[in-house]
Structures are given as structure tokens and as C-alpha cells.
């Protein structure tokens, strides 16, 4: 119930894990505290259908017509009301009588996923619709009552909660849930209160071109990231977060590309759930499983072969191609690091097995 009062010589390093792949932000509630009291909006003070008369950082409100049980339509006014004769200090209110308000995310590339509100009921018809084409006409507040929780549209859920205070007004809270470009609500004597939106951005998330390599892990679940981003990302200043098992640390500041985070629990199976996310968009994250080494065991790598399969004096630099092999103890893909002469080449995977890769020469190599 949300009703309430205002208040990698030739070294291969093989690190043994394997790596599956995997391919709403809330906003502050509208109390309308800052409305000056007994505010009115209206065709009588030069608004029409459609017109927006609040706007916040993330919603606006739009003022549109009203529609009764017969459907004829009609707009009188929205006011703020301060409340006067309700039990308890709830302060204002915006009060559509004869009228609807539209809500809707003040940004383009945004969805309201959510949009809760409190409400005081004092007669009369009410009007409920949602991206500006679908719209139900109640005669009653029993009419929506008898909805219950349900679908309201497709892929769009209604709940409504009901305040055990009794008497008049009758008071609760309506929840709407789904995709929504805007939702509509009016009402002949109406009053709404604490409108509460969550949203979502329809921008693809960017943390789909984030790599993360898992370094190391202790036996004490201490685990060491290397977190590679693009070179267009764009550094916030407030960092990013990386949770791991469940267990949130951070943030770091995005200068850190190679991040030690736990203690984190250790489990049998070795296995992880590592998810990264902005400080201020928490929705928008990576999220991947690895197998870590945090407790030592038998390393499934055997029978490793590396030899030089041919060597090159015709390009520039120098090259020879080298050829890399060996057995592994496991169904899944492992993820190893090639380090020649001292130098890291890259991360492969045992399906890239024999692996054949072209380098320079970094140190005085014998005939094979």
C-alpha cells in the first residue's frame, strides 16, 4: 500500500575457466508540493486538450478531455487542492473534475514500465487509458474495482489496493504495469496523489560492447577483472558497480579497467554470476557467468603441443607462424592466454584449437 502522508623461449599460460556467453530507473514520485495551492487549469485559463501544464525531469502532464459513461466528452478543469477534510496531512493534490491528465516520460528514448498513484475517490465516472489509443470508460469506481488484478490491456496489468480507512473519500492505490508511451487517468471527482513512474530507455544498451576477462580468484573468493570498454564510452564521473553472486561492489571509477572485487562466497561448482551496471543507469548492464579458479583443482589442460610451422623472410617484420594445441577434460569451451616472448598475445578459446598464429620475431628463435 503506498497511500501515506507526505513524508600467455614459448609460454602458454592457460587459465582454466570456461566462459558462457550471453548476449528501470526510478524517478522521484510527483507529490505536487510545488504547485502554488488552488492552482487551476483549463479552458477557462487558456488550456486546451492536449496542452502540457506540468513538466518534471522525467514526466510531463498533459490536460485532456473527459469522457462519460455515454460517451460524450467534455472538459472542465484540473485544480490543486490542498486536502482539506482528509484525515491526516497529505498535503496537495491534483484534482481533475470532468477532466484527464496524460502522463508521459519527458524523454524521447524512454518508456514508462510503471506508473503507481494514490487516490481519493468522490464520485462519478473515471477514465483509464493508455498510449493515447486505448481508454476504458468505468461508470464507477466499483466498474475498475471489479478488474481487479488483471490485464488490462495487452501486455499492460492493472492492481489496485484499497486503504483500510474507510469512510469518504474512499481511498487506495492504482499500479500499472507494461510498455507504456503514456497513461491517461480522469475522473469527474477524482484526486490524485504521489504519482510514482518508473522508466526504461528504448536506447540498445551499451554494455553489450563491454569484454570482461576474469584474471584471478583467491580461495578466499577474492576475484581480480580485467573490464575492457570501448573507446567512445562515455566516463561518468559517478563510476560503475560490478556485482558478483549477488554481492555489490563499487563503484569504481571507469580509469579502472582491472577491478579486485569480494570476498564473494565460494561454491562447488565454481561457477559465477558477475553483472556490471552504470552508478545511474542500473538497467542497462552487463551480465555473463564464468567458471573461476577460486579453489584449486585438477587443471583439465593435457598434452600440450607448441612448435614453429614456418618462418617467413620475406615480410617485414620478420614472422614465423606457430602452432598451438592440446587436450582438455571438458565438454565446454575453455578460455586460455598465448603469451609469446613475454608478451600477452590475446585470449582464445579451445574451439579455435590447433590454434595457428602469425608472429613477429620478438627473441632469437632455432630452427625447428
Not at 455515454?70 to 485544480?79: A, C, E
Not at 491526516?88 to 498513484?117: I, K, V, W
Not at 464520485?123 to 483509464?128: C, D, E, Q, R, V
Request: net charge negative; glycine share 8%.
Amino acid at each position: 500500500m503506498n497511500l501515506r502522508p507526505k513524508t600467455v623461449t614459448l609460454l602458454l599460460t592457460f587459465l582454466c575457466w570456461t566462459a558462457f556467453a550471453l548476449a528501470q530507473n526510478p524517478v522521484d514520485c510527483l507529490d505536487f508540493e510545488d504547485l502554488p495551492a488552488d492552482e487551476r487549469f483549463g479552458p477557462e485559463f487558456g488550456q486546451k486538450p492536449g496542452d502540457t501544464i506540468l513538466i518534471y525531469s522525467d514526466l510531463s502532464v498533459t490536460i485532456d478531455s473527459f469522457f462519460y459513461s455515454n460517451g460524450t466528452g467534455d472538459l472542465l478543469s484540473v485544480s490543486v487542492f490542498t486536502g482539506e477534510g482528509l484525515p491526516g496531512d497529505y498535503g496537495q493534490l491534483l484534482f481533475p473534475s470532468n477532466a484527464s491528465l496524460t502522463f508521459r516520460p519527458t524523454h524521447d528514448e524512454a518508456l514508462l514500465s510503471s506508473l503507481c498513484f494514490d487516490f481519493f475517490y468522490y464520485g462519478g465516472s473515471i477514465n483509464l487509458g493508455v498510449n493515447g489509443k486505448q481508454q476504458l470508460i468505468f461508470e464507477n469506481l466499483n466498474d475498475l474495482l471489479d478488474l481487479g488484478n488483471s490485464e488490462l490491456f495487452p501486455n499492460v496489468e492493472l492492481s489496485i489496493d484499497l486503504a483500510a480507512t474507510g469512510g469518504f473519500p474512499i481511498q487506495g492505490t492504482v499500479c500499472v504495469k507494461g510498455d507504456l508511451e503514456s497513461l491517461t487517468i480522469g475522473g469527474q471527482e477524482f484526486a490524485l496523489d504521489n504519482v510514482c513512474p518508473e522508466t526504461r530507455s528504448t536506447e540498445p544498451c551499451r554494455w553489450d560492447a563491454v569484454t570482461v576477462t576474469p584474471v584471478s580468484c583467491s580461495g578466499e573468493g577474492i576475484i581480480n577483472l580485467k573490464v575492457d570498454f570501448p573507446s567512445d564510452w562515455p566516463r561518468q564521473d559517478e563510476g560503475y558497480y560490478a556485482m558478483v553472486e549477488g554481492k555489490t561492489f563499487g563503484p569504481f571509477p571507469y580509469a579502472d579497467t582491472l577491478i579486485e572485487v569480494g570476498p564473494v562466497p565460494i561454491n562447488d561448482a565454481d561457477l559465477y554470476e558477475v553483472i556490471l551496471f552504470d552508478s545511474n543507469e542500473s538497467d542497462c548492464r552487463f551480465r555473463d557467468f564464468f567458471r573461476l579458479p577460486c579453489v584449486n583443482r585438477p587443471c583439465p589442460v593435457t598434452e600440450i603441443e607448441a612448435y614453429i610451422d614456418e618462418c617467413s623472410v620475406t615480410t617485414d617484420p620478420l614472422s614465423s607462424e606457430i602452432v598451438v594445441n592440446f587436450d582438455h577434460n571438458s565438454d565446454l569451451a575453455l578460455k586460455f592466454l598465448l603469451e609469446i616472448g613475454g608478451l600477452v598475445r590475446d585470449t582464445f578459446s579451445t574451439d579455435q584449437l590447433p590454434l595457428r598464429i602469425r608472429v613477429p620475431f620478438v627473441i632469437p628463435l632455432e630452427a625447428p
